[in-house]
């Protein structure tokens, strides 16, 4: 039987819950978004962090 918490696995590497951080965009982004992240092989979210974490390291 499994244990410990259901979903998707720890940012962080740990059993440690990762926070959630969600906004709204025009559905026209999100589209953009969307293929972008396909031809990368990666999720919108994974994406977004990495877009997310270039942006605030630009200060």
Not at 44 to 56: G, T, Y
């Amino acid at each position: 039987m499994p244990t410990g918490r259901p979903g998707r696995p720890s940012l962080t590497g740990s059993s440690t819950h990762s926070p959630r951080v969600s906004f709204r965009v025009p559905e026209e982004l999100r589209e953009r978004a969307k293929a972008r992240a396909e031809q990368e092989g990666k999720s919108v979210s994974a994406l977004a962090r990495e877009a997310f974490e270039q942006f605030l390291r630009a200060g």
